[in-house]
């Protein structure tokens, strides 16, 4: 299942890539909106994390 993380802390990122990665996921993790806008635009994924009060 493909996965897209929008998360600005590298610290949280890092370990849910790592934990959903370890669990079978395939994982794209970027660190504000716009770059995830950016993949949402060139790729389909199953699931969306969204860190809310990212800028």
Known sequence: MKVLAAEDS????RSLQTGLT???FTMDVVHNG???I????L????VLILDIIMP
């Open 38 to 41: 950016h993949c949402l635009e």
């Open 34 to 36: 716009k770059h995830a």
């Open 10 to 13: 590298e610290r949280l990122s």
């Open 22 to 24: 370890k669990s079978g």
């Open 43 to 46: 790729r389909e994924y199953e």
